[in-house]
C-alpha cells in the first residue's frame, strides 16, 4: 500500500478513499442510486413486506428491484470477487483454480469471542460449505449447526448493505470525516468522551489495536458486554475421564470446547470400536439439553435445588462444609462413584449456575485430584476478562451522566441483548454520536447514528483464539458483498492512518509477535493450516480455591424459578435472520420457528395452561408474553425460555418468530431466579413442531440395554427380534460386484445436536419452508433426528435417532413410480431422478421411513439474486411438484469416485466422506463401501450391536443403527 | 324366439311388470322420443342445468389456481400424500361401474328388466369415469407431465414403469372409457336412426342422421350387431371386474398397513357396484318422475337394485369384517395398531359413519315396503353414496397418518380448495346428465320395443 | 294391437297401383308389414322361392330374421378372437420390452422380467384390442358409415326405423321379373308394396 502521510489526514484519507473505491463509475451510480425513489423506500423499511418464507414471488419481484439497487450501490453488482490479498488455499495442490473444482481454505468462526477452526468449500471463489478443521483443537473436523448455517448467513439480503447516517444513505468517506474529527475533538480531552463498546474480545490484533487507541486517549475507556458470556479459563479432558458430573452444563453443545469436549466424550462410550468399557455421565439439569439427554442418569432440577445438590455433594467429598441433615441416596451413589474414579473424573459447572456452584465445582475436582488431569487451569483466553454486566453497567451510568460523546458500538446489538433493568437504549439518547459496526440494521442501529456494515467473517481478515486459547488467523473466502468493514477497519478510523485495509492490520500485528525475515513463511504456514502454533493459552497452577458464598434461602414451594438460556441455535439473536437454523427443530423439543415457555407437565397442571396456551410472565416489572409448551424432563415449577428470538429488527426471517426473553432479564440474575409470575391470558397460539409422536408405541425402532446387559447377551439386539432372513425374499439378490454403499450411525454417542442437519441442507440445497408449511409437515430437511422416550414420562429416557434414505434394496418406493423416477444404482445408491419425477407422491406413501420430502410448493427461492451464490453448484435446485429425498451426497461419491478413476484405483475407506458424516462431533455417522471388508462400515456391520430399523419388513436398509448402551450406576436408587 | 321367452328367467312379479301394459311401438318411441325431439326444457332442467354450470366453473377456479401454485394449496403433506384427490378418483371410478355392469352383466343374464335403465346407466358409466379420470392429473406435482404415464416412443427413449399399480391404472382406466364409450354408441346407433326419421327440423335430421351412420335396420346388419354387441357384453364383464381391481392393487401392492390386504380386490368390486347401484338410483328416480318414464322404469326396476344394492352391501360388510379380523389373526403389530387406530384413533368418527352409511342403514332394505317407498330409496341411495366416500377416506387417510415410524405420525385437513375440487366434479357429472337427458334418448327405444313386442306374445299366449 | 291406419292406408294402395312403374332406375320392390312374424314368414317364402339378393328391414333385432333371408355367415366372433390374441401379444411384449430391452433398471431389487406384475396391463390390452375389433369389425362389414341408400328413397320406408317390417327383393336377383315378383310379394300379404328407385 502507499507510504502514509502524516501532513493533513483528512485529505489523504479522501484521496485513498477515492482511489480504493475504484473510479468515477461508482459515485455515478451511487448518486443516481442515493436519489432513486425506491432507495429511499428501501432505506425507510428494509424489503416492505417480504413474507419471512421467502415464498412470495409477487413482493419479492418489489424487492428484487430494491436489491439490485443496494447491489450496485455495494459497489459490486451481484458478482462475488475473490479477496485481492493473497489467501492460502488448505490444499496446496492445485495451485489455481480449476472451474468446478472446489478449493478449500482454513478459517474460523468466531461465536461469542470463541472460535471453531473450520475449512470452507470455495467454488469459484464462492463459499459454499464448510468443514471442520481437524487440525483445529476445538473443531477436529467436526462443526456445529451454527457454523454450517453462516454460509447463508453470509449470503443473507437481510444483511446491512451500504454505510448508513440516520438510516439514510451515506458513504465511508463521509464515515471517515465525521470520525477525523471526532479524532481531533477528543484529542483535546484525552479521549475522555470515547467510549468503545465491544463483545467478548479474544483477537489479539482487535486487542492491540484497542490497546493503542487506550494509550492515545488515556481518558477513553473500552467496555465489553455479550449477552452469553463464557469466561474461558478451563478447560476439560473427557478422554481421561470415566465419571463426569454435569451440574447443568451443556458441555457437550452450549459451551466453547463443545465439538471437542463431545468428540473426546464418545471416545469414552463408543462400544463400536471394540471397546467394553464406558463411561458414566451424571446430569442434573432443570431443562432437557442434548447433554442431558445423553446421560446415564439425569436429575431432573431447578438451578437452585442444583446449587443445593452441589453443596451436599461437595461436602460429602469434603470439599466444603456440607449443609446440615443427610446427604440423599443418589448424592451418596454419585460420591462413591467419583471416589473410586479420584483423578479420572470431571465435575463441571454450567454456565447459568451462580458463582457457589463454580466454586463448589472446583474444589471438587480439587479434592478429588482431578486438576491437571481432567481439569487444567489456564490462562484466561480473552484479551481482558471482565464482568460484563458490570461494565456495561459502568457505560451505562457515564452515559447517563452524559460524559460519553461518542459511543462506537463494534458488533453485537446490546440496544436487544442488554438486561432489561439497564435502559440501555434510554441511555443511548444522552450520546452525542454513536456508532454502529453490525451484520445487520437492527434493534441498536435504529438508535445509532453511523451504521457502519460489517463484513461477515468469511470476508473478514481477523484473528481469534479457540477455548483453549490457539490462535487461527481469520481468511476471507470472498470479498465483502455488500462493502462491509471489519472492526478493526472501524477501529483505525481513529488513528492516523484511517485507510488502513484489515489485511494489513492483522498482518502488522502477527509482524510485531514473529519478528524475523522468516515471517511470510510463518504467515502462509498459519494461513494454510488454520491455526498459529504454540499459540494455546499456558497452563496456570490452580490458584487458591474461591470462597464459596453462603447459601441462600431456598425459595418456598411453589415459587415459579424462571431459567433463562441462550437459544441453542440462534445464540443470543444473531443468529435469527437464519432460515436454516429458525427451521432447525430444537433438539429438546423438535419446536421450529419460535422460543417458548417449556414448562413440567406437573406444573402446567397445577396452573392449568397446556401447549400453545399464551401466558404473561412478569419478573422484575419486566413484562412477555409467550406460549406454553409442556417439555417432558422439564424441572417441576421452573418455566426455561431461550434468547434470541422475538427480534423487532432483525430481518424478514427472524420477523413474527418467537419472543424475546430479554425483556425478562436483569442485570443482578442474568439467568433468572425465583419470583416470576405466570398468569393465563385466554389466547392461543400455533407452533410449528416437526414431530408430534414421542413413544415407540411398543415397537423396536431403537433397541437399547444397559452396559449389564449387553454384557450378558452380546446379541441381544438380535434376539429381541431377528431380522427377516434374505433368503426369505421371494425375488433374486441383485449382485453389487464394485462399490456397495452403506452407511452405519451409532446411537450410542449421537447427542441430537443437528449438525448433520444443517450440513445436509447447506450440502443440497434444501429449501427453507417457513412456519406455516411446518406446521403442515412439509419440512424439507432430507435428514431429521427422531426423538422417543422411554420410561418416566417426567423424566424420561431420550432416544435419539437421525433418520435419513436407509436406501433399502428392496425399496418399495421404486416399485410404485409409474414413470422409473426413483431407481437402483448399479452401487446400490436408491436414486431420485428430478427431472423425471411427476409427483405422484406413492413413492413416500410405500416408504416404511417416511423420509422422502416433496416440494408441495415452490419452496427453493428462485428469485432472490444473493442467494444464487450460495448453492452448491454440484446440487440441483429442486423444483416445484418433485420428490426429493437423501442421496448419500451421490455428488461427493462421484467426486471422489472420478478421481480414484483418474489415477486408476480403486476407492480406498474414508475417501468419500458425506455431509452428514463430516459434520458430526462424536463421529456416529460411518459411511463407506460394504465389499471393501477392511472399511470401518463393513466391520461395524458386523457389530452385534447392528440392526436395520423395520427390518422385519425385509426391504434390506443399507442404512444401519448400532443400538444404544447405557451404563447406570448398579447401586443407584430411583427416587 | 318362443323358445327364448320361455327359459328367459322371469323375474316378473304379479304387479310388478318390466313395462306397463297397453304399450306400442308408436308409444314407446313418442314417449322416450318426444323427450329429446318435441318437449321444450323447462324452467326446472333449466334451473338445475345452471346450478350444476356454476359448480362447474368452480371446479375451473380450483384447478386454475391449483395450475398455478402447485398441490401444496390441498391439505396432503408427508406421510399424508394422497388426500381427497384419490379417496375422489376411487369413488367416481367405484360409481362408473354399474353403468357397464348393468349392460353387460346382466345382458349375458338375460335379465330384461336391464332394457329400460341400461342407456342412462351407461352414460353416467361415462361422465363418472371422465370425473374419475381428471383426479390423477390434477393430483400430480407437476400435472403438465401427465403424458409421460403413457408409453409413447420419445427422444429420450424412456418408458414407464410396468410394475408400478399406477400404470395398471392408467391402462384399466382408459380402456374401461374407450370400451364404455363404444359400448353405449352402439348402443345408440339404431335409436339414432329411430330419431333421424322422425326429427322434423332438418338439423336434428342432419345430427342424428350423422349419429346413425345411415343405419337401416338390415337384418343381415341386426345379426352382425347383436353379435358385435353380445362380445362387447362378454368382453365387458370381466373388464368391469378388472377395473376395480387394479384400482383396488393401488393400494394391496403397497406395504402399508390398511392397504396391503389381500381381501382388497373382491371388496373393492362389490363396493364399485355398491355405489354404483346407488348412484344409478339417485339419477333413476328423479328422471321417472320427471319426464314420467314410471312405465318404463317400474318400482321393478327400483326394487331389483335396491336388492343387489343390498347383496353387494353385505359383501362389502364381510369385506370390512375380515379387515378387522386379518389385523388380529396377523399378530403384527402394525396390522393390529393399525385397526385399533381406526376405530378408536382420531379419525375414528369416519370409520364409525361408514359402518353406519354401508352396514347398518342398507340392512332396512331387507323389508319390501322399503324397497317399494321411492323416497325411502332416494335417500338411502343417497347414504349409501356418502358411506361409500368415507370408505375411501378412511383406508386412504388414517392408514397414511400413522404408519411404522410414530415419530413421522401427522394429520390431515382439507383446504377449501380441497373441497371446490370435489364438488366441481359433481357439478361436472350433473351437468353432462342433464345435457344427456336432453339431447339423446334416455332409454333405448329399439330394446323397449323387442320388450313390447316380447310383452305382447305373453299377453297373447295368455289370450289363447 | 290398436289398428289406427286403415284411413291412410287405402290411399297410399290406390296411388300406388296405379303408377306405372319407369323400366329404368328400379333397386327392387319393398314390401312393407306390420308384424315382424309375417316378415320372417315372408322373407321364409321368397327365399325357398328361389329369390337370394334380398334384405329385410326392421326397426328392431328380429330373430330368425337374418336366417331366413339365407345370412348365416356372422365373421364378428372370430374377429374378435383375433382382435384378443393380438391384444394379449402385444400388452404383455409391451411390458417385457420395456422393462427388460429397452431400459433395463433395477427397480425396487425386482427381477427384470418381473412377469406377475405384467399381467394386468396384459389384460386390459387384451380387452381393448378385442373390442375395438368388435366394434370397428361389425361396422366395417355394415358397411356403415353408408349415408345413401337406395332404399331411402321410398317415403314410407322411414317407417323401418319406428314400427314397419319391410322385405326387399333386389333387380339385381337372377329370378327377378318386374311383373312376377310384384306378383310374388303381393300374394305374401304386405300392407304395401313399394317400387324403390336407383
Redesign the interface.
Same mark, same amino acid.
Request: aromatic content about 14%; overall charge positive.
Given at each position: 500500500m502507499k507510504p502514509k502521510h502524516s501532513d493533513t489526514p483528512h485529505l489523504h484519507v479522501l484521496q485513498n478513499r477515492l482511489e480504493s473505491v475504484g473510479g468515477r463509475e461508482y459515485w455515478r451510480s451511487l448518486e443516481e442510486l442515493a436519489d432513486t425513489e425506491e432507495f429511499r423506500a428501501f432505506v425507510e423499511d428494509e424489503f416492505p413486506g417480504r413474507s419471512p418464507e421467502w415464498l412470495n414471488p409477487p413482493n419479492r419481484r418489489e424487492v428484487l428491484r430494491l436489491m439490485a439497487a443496494s447491489f450496485g450501490l455495494a459497489g459490486l453488482a451481484a458478482c462475488t470477487k475473490m479477496p485481492i490479498q493473497k489467501i492460502i488455499p488448505y490444499v496446496r495442490q492445485p495451485e489455481e483454480v480449476i472451474p468446478g473444482k472446489a478449493m478449500f481454505y482454513a478459517t474460523a468462526m468466531p461465536v461469542g469471542g470463541y472460535a471453531t477452526g473450520l475449512l470452507v468449500e470455495s467454488h469459484l471463489g464462492r463459499p459454499t460449505k464448510v468443514e471442520g478443521n481437524p487440525d483445529h483443537p476445538a473443531s477436529l473436523g467436526a462443526t456445529d449447526a451454527i457454523a454450517q448455517a453462516s454460509v447463508l448467513g453470509l449470503y443473507d439480503p437481510d444483511r446491512a448493505q451500504a454505510i448508513s447516517l440516520y438510516a439514510r444513505l451515506s458513504a465511508y468517506v463521509n464515515f471517515l470525516a465525521v470520525m477525523n474529527r471526532v479524532r481531533e475533538q477528543q484529542h483535546q480531552k484525552k479521549g475522555a468522551g470515547l467510549r468503545i463498546l465491544t463483545e467478548t474480545v479474544t483477537s489479539p490484533t482487535l486487542a492491540w489495536q484497542i490497546g493503542n487507541i487506550l494509550t492515545e486517549f488515556p481518558e477513553a475507556k473500552w467496555d465489553q458486554y455479550e449477552a452469553v458470556h463464557y469466561s474461558g479459563s478451563e478447560i476439560y479432558h473427557f478422554d481421561k475421564a470415566d465419571v463426569v458430573v454435569s451440574l447443568d452444563a451443556d458441555f457437550l453443545g452450549g459451551m466453547p470446547g463443545s465439538l471437542r469436549y463431545a468428540r473426546d466424550f464418545a471416545s469414552k462410550r463408543k462400544l463400536s470400536e471394540g471397546q467394553t468399557s464406558m463411561n458414566r455421565l451424571y446430569v442434573a439439569e432443570p431443562s432437557p439439553s442434548i447433554t442431558g439427554s445423553t446421560a446415564d442418569h439425569r436429575l431432573r432440577m431447578r438451578p437452585t435445588e442444583i446449587e443445593t445438590l452441589a453443596r451436599s455433594l461437595a461436602g460429602r467429598l469434603g470439599a466444603g462444609q456440607a449443609p446440615a441433615g443427610t446427604a440423599s441416596a443418589q448424592v451418596e451413589a454419585i460420591a462413591k462413584d467419583l471416589e473410586n474414579h479420584r483423578g479420572s473424573s470431571v465435575v463441571i459447572a454450567g454456565l447459568q449456575q451462580p458463582p457457589a456452584v463454580h466454586a463448589l465445582a472446583r474444589a471438587m475436582n480439587q479434592a478429588l485430584g482431578n486438576v491437571g488431569v481432567t481439569v487444567t487451569g489456564i490462562q484466561p483466553v480473552e484479551a481482558k476478562p471482565v464482568d460484563q454486566i458490570q461494565s456495561l453497567w459502568t457505560l451505562v451510568k457515564e452515559m447517563n451522566a452524559g460524559q460519553v460523546d461518542v459511543l462506537m458500538i463494534l458488533g453485537g446489538n446490546p440496544v436487544f441483548t442488554a438486561p432489561a433493568d439497564l435502559n440501555f437504549s434510554t441511555a443511548m439518547g444522552k450520546v452525542n454520536l454513536r456508532i454502529h459496526n453490525s451484520l445487520y440494521f437492527d434493534e441498536t442501529s435504529e438508535l445509532c447514528h453511523w451504521q457502519v456494515p460489517e463484513a461477515h467473517y468469511l470476508e473478514s481478515w481477523s484473528d481469534a483464539r479457540a477455548f483453549d486459547g490457539t490462535v487461527t488467523i481469520l481468511q476471507p473466502l470472498i470479498e465483502p458483498l455488500y462493502g462491509g468493514k471489519t472492526p478493526h477497519e472501524v477501529l483505525v478510523s481513529l488513528t492516523d492512518q484511517p485507510d488502513q485495509t484489515s489485511h494489513e492490520i492483522v498482518r502488522s500485528y502477527w509482524q510485531t509477535k514473529h519478528t524475523g525475515a522468516d515471517f511470510e513463511i510463518f504467515w502462509e504456514k498459519a494461513l494454510h493450516d488454520g491455526i498459529v502454533p504454540n499459540t494455546a493459552s499456558p497452563v496456570v497452577a490452580a490458584g487458591p480455591l474461591p470462597a464459596v458464598p453462603a447459601a441462600g434461602r431456598a425459595p418456598d414451594a411453589g415459587t415459579l424459578e424462571l431459567n433463562l438460556r441462550p437459544d441453542p441455535y440462534l445464540f443470543d439473536g444473531r443468529f435469527a435472520n437464519n432460515g436454516w437454523l429458525q427451521e432447525l427443530p430444537k433438539p429438546e423439543s423438535k419446536l421450529t420457528w419460535d422460543n417458548v415457555v417449556y414448562i413440567s407437565a406437573a406444573t402446567a397442571v397445577r396452573l392449568g395452561v397446556e401447549n400453545e396456551d399464551m401466558v404473561d410472565l412478569e419478573y422484575r416489572g419486566g413484562k412477555l408474553r409467550a406460549p406454553i409448551w409442556v417439555l417432558p424432563g422439564q424441572a417441576d415449577d421452573c418455566l426455561t425460555m431461550y434468547f434470541g428470538n422475538g427480534r423487532r429488527r432483525g430481518g424478514n426471517v427472524a420477523k413474527d418468530a418467537g419472543f424475546n426473553a430479554y425483556l425478562l432479564r436483569a442485570s443482578d440474575q442474568p439467568w433468572g431466579a425465583p419470583g416470576v409470575q405466570l398468569r393465563k391470558t385466554g389466547n392461543r397460539y400455533t407452533i410449528a413442531n416437526t414431530q408430534h409422536h414421542h413413544s415407540m408405541e411398543g415397537r423396536g425402532i431403537v433397541k437399547s440395554a444397559t452396559l449389564a446387559e449387553y454384557e450378558k447377551d452380546r446379541d441381544f439386539v438380535k434376539h429381541e427380534d431377528p431380522e427377516t432372513p434374505k433368503s426369505q425374499s421371494l425375488y433374486p439378490e441383485y449382485p453389487y460386484n464394485g462399490y456397495k454403499w452403506g452407511m452405519t450411525i451409532d446411537q450410542n454417542v449421537c447427542t441430537g445436536c443437528s449438525a448433520c442437519v444443517v450440513a445436509c441442507q447447506a450440502e443440497n440445497n434444501i429449501a427453507v419452508v417457513g412456519k406455516e408449511q411446518v406446521v403442515k409437515h412439509r419440512e424439507m430437511q432430507w435428514l431429521r433426528i427422531d426423538r422417543y422416550h422411554k420410561g418416566d414420562a417426567a423424566n424420561p429416557e431420550v432416544f435419539n435417532q437421525p433418520m435419513l434414505c436407509q436406501h433399502c434394496e428392496k425399496a418399495p418406493c421404486e416399485l410404485v413410480c409409474p414413470v422409473a423416477a426413483t431407481v437402483h444404482s448399479g452401487e446400490g445408491l436408491n436414486q431420485m431422478v428430478y427431472n423425471r419425477c411427476v409427483g405422484t407422491r406413492y413413492c413416500s406413501n410405500n416408504c416404511p421411513y417416511k423420509v422422502r420430502r416433496f416440494n408441495f410448493l415452490l419452496y427453493s427461492d428462485w428469485y432472490t439474486e444473493s442467494l444464487y451464490g450460495m448453492r452448491n453448484p454440484d446440487v440441483t435446485v429442486r423444483s416445484r411438484g418433485v420428490m426429493e429425498k437423501c442421496t448419500y451426497c451421490v455428488q461427493r461419491i462421484n467426486e471422489a469416485k472420478i478421481d480414484s478413476e483418474k489415477e486408476d484405483r480403486r476407492l480406498h475407506d474414508g475417501e468419500i466422506v458425506t455431509a452428514c458424516q463430516a459434520a458430526c462431533p462424536t463421529r456416529a455417522i460411518v459411511f463407506g463401501d460394504i465389499n471393501d471388508t477392511t472399511s470401518q462400515v463393513a466391520k461395524l456391520k458386523q457389530q452385534p450391536l447392528n440392526y436395520g430399523v423395520l427390518g422385519d419388513l425385509n426391504t434390506q436398509p443399507r442404512t444401519t443403527y448400532l443400538a444404544r448402551v447405557t451404563n447406570p450406576n448398579p447401586d443407584w436408587v430411583k427416587t | =324366439?318362443r323358445a *327364448?321367452d320361455t327359459n328367459t328367467p322371469t323375474l316378473v312379479e304379479p304387479g310388478a311388470p318390466v313395462l306397463a301394459p297397453g304399450h306400442?311401438? #308408436?308409444s314407446v #318411441?313418442e314417449d322416450i322420443g318426444s323427450i329429446v325431439l318435441t318437449q321444450s326444457a323447462g324452467r326446472r332442467w333449466m334451473l338445475c342445468f345452471a346450478v350444476a354450470f356454476l359448480a362447474v366453473n368452480m371446479l375451473l377456479v380450483a384447478v386454475i389456481y391449483l395450475f398455478v401454485?402447485?398441490?401444496?394449496?390441498w +391439505?396432503?403433506?408427508?406421510?399424508i400424500? &394422497?388426500g381427497f384427490a384419490i379417496v375422489n378418483f376411487v369413488w367416481w371410478i367405484g360409481i362408473g361401474h354399474a353403468g357397464t355392469l348393468i349392460s353387460a352383466i346382466l345382458l349375458l343374464l338375460k335379465q330384461d328388466w336391464r332394457t329400460s335403465i341400461n342407456r342412462f346407466a351407461e352414460a353416467m358409466t361415462l361422465f363418472a369415469v371422465m370425473c374419475a379420470g381428471m383426479f390423477p392429473v390434477l393430483? $400430480? +406435482?407437476?400435472p403438465w407431465?401427465?403424458y &409421460?404415464?403413457f408409453?409413447y416412443p420419445n427422444t429420450m +427413449?424412456?418408458?414407464? #414403469?410396468?410394475?408400478?399399480?399406477?400404470?395398471?391404472d392408467?391402462?384399466?382406466v382408459s380402456?374401461y372409457f374407450?370400451?364404455s364409450l363404444?359400448f353405449w354408441y352402439?348402443g345408440l346407433i339404431?335409436d339414432a336412426?329411430?330419431l /333421424?326419421? /322422425?326429427a322434423v327440423e332438418p338439423w336434428k335430421q342432419h345430427v342424428f +342422421?350423422v349419429l346413425a =351412420?345411415?343405419? /337401416?335396420?338390415?337384418?343381415?346388419?341386426?345379426?352382425?350387431?347383436? =353379435?358385435?354387441y353380445l362380445? $362387447?357384453a362378454g368382453?365387458?364383464t370381466?373388464?368391469v371386474v378388472?377395473v376395480h381391481?387394479?384400482v383396488s392393487?393401488?393400494f394391496a401392492?403397497?406395504?402399508?398397513p390398511g392397504w396391503h390386504t389381500t381381501i382388497f380386490p373382491p371388496y373393492f368390486v362389490a363396493g364399485a357396484i355398491y355405489s354404483g347401484f346407488a348412484m344409478v338410483l339417485t339419477l333413476a328416480i328423479p328422471i321417472r318422475k320427471f319426464y314420467h318414464l314410471e312405465d318404463f322404469i317400474t318400482m321393478k326396476h327400483l326394487q331389483n337394485m335396491a336388492k343387489v344394492m343390498l347383496g353387494t352391501g353385505l359383501i362389502v360388510a364381510y369385506g370390512y369384517i375380515l379387515e378387522a379380523f386379518f389385523s388380529f389373526y396377523s399378530a403384527n #403389530?402394525?396390522e393390529g395398531?393399525m385397526m385399533k387406530n381406526r376405530v378408536t384413533g382420531p379419525y375414528g368418527p369416519a370409520y364409525w359413519a361408514l359402518i353406519l352409511c354401508n352396514i347398518l342403514i342398507p340392512q332396512s332394505l331387507w323389508s319390501y315396503r322399503v324397497r317399494t317407498n321411492v323416497t325411502a330409496l332416494f335417500i338411502l341411495s343417497l347414504v349409501v353414496n356418502m358411506g361409500m366416500w368415507l370408505e375411501r377416506f378412511v383406508i386412504v387417510v388414517t392408514s $397414511?397418518h400413522r404408519?411404522?415410524?410414530?415419530?413421522? &405420525?401427522? =394429520?390431515y385437513y382439507p383446504t377449501k380448495w380441497d373441497i371446490m375440487v370435489f364438488f366441481g366434479t359433481v357439478g361436472f357429472f350433473a351437468m353432462m346428465f342433464f345435457l344427456f337427458v336432453r339431447l339423446l334418448p334416455a332409454i333405448s327405444i329399439? *330394446?323397449m320395443?323387442?320388450l313390447v313386442?316380447k310383452v305382447?306374445h305373453a299377453h297373447d299366449k295368455k289370450g289363447h | 294391437m290398436p289398428d289406427d291406419s286403415t284411413t291412410n292406408i287405402t290411399g297410399h294402395r290406390t296411388e300406388i297401383i296405379s303408377g306405372d312403374f319407369p323400366v329404368t332406375g328400379r333397386w327392387g320392390f319393398l314390401a312393407e308389414f306390420r308384424e315382424p312374424e309375417d316378415l320372417v314368414k315372408a322373407a321364409q317364402r321368397a327365399y325357398d322361392a328361389g329369390y337370394r339378393r334380398m334384405d329385410a328391414y326392421s326397426p328392431m333385432p328380429v330373430h330368425g330374421l337374418a336366417e331366413a333371408i339365407g345370412f348365416n355367415r356372422n365373421a364378428v366372433a372370430p374377429l374378435v378372437l383375433v382382435g384378443g390374441v393380438i391384444g394379449c401379444c402385444s400388452g404383455f411384449m409391451l411390458c417385457y420390452w420395456i422393462a427388460v430391452v429397452a431400459y433395463p433398471l433395477n427397480v425396487g431389487g425386482r427381477p427384470l422380467n418381473s412377469w406377475p406384475a405384467w399381467i394386468p396391463i396384459t389384460f386390459e390390452v387384451t380387452v381393448l384390442v378385442a373390442s375395438l375389433f368388435a366394434v370397428l369389425g361389425m361396422l366395417a362389414m355394415n358397411g356403415l358409415p353408408q349415408p345413401y341408400h337406395p332404399v331411402f328413397n321410398v317415403p314410407r320406408f322411414a317407417l323401418a326405423s319406428q314400427d314397419r317390417f319391410f322385405l326387399c327383393i333386389e333387380s339385381a336377383d337372377p329370378l327377378f321379373d318386374p311383373v312376377e315378383t310384384k306378383q310374388f310379394l303381393e300374394e305374401l300379404h304386405p300392407d304395401f308394396v313399394s317400387n324403390v328407385e336407383m
Open positions: - | =324366439m *327364448e306400442t311401438y #308408436q #318411441q401454485r402447485g398441490v401444496g394449496i +391439505g396432503i403433506n408427508i406421510p400424500a &394422497w393430483h $400430480l +406435482g407437476r407431465l401427465a &409421460w404415464l408409453p +427413449g424412456i418408458w414407464p #414403469q410396468p410394475r408400478s399399480p399406477l400404470l395398471w392408467v391402462f384399466a380402456t374407450i370400451v363404444m352402439v339404431p336412426a329411430t /333421424r326419421d /322422425r +342422421g =351412420m345411415g343405419w /337401416r335396420g338390415s337384418a343381415k346388419h341386426w345379426a352382425r350387431y347383436e =353379435m358385435a362380445l $362387447l368382453l365387458a370381466p373388464l378388472s381391481t387394479v392393487f393401488d401392492v403397497a406395504i402399508l #403389530q402394525y395398531f $397414511l404408519d411404522f415410524l410414530p415419530s413421522s &405420525w401427522g =394429520m329399439f *330394446e320395443k323387442d313386442h305382447a | -
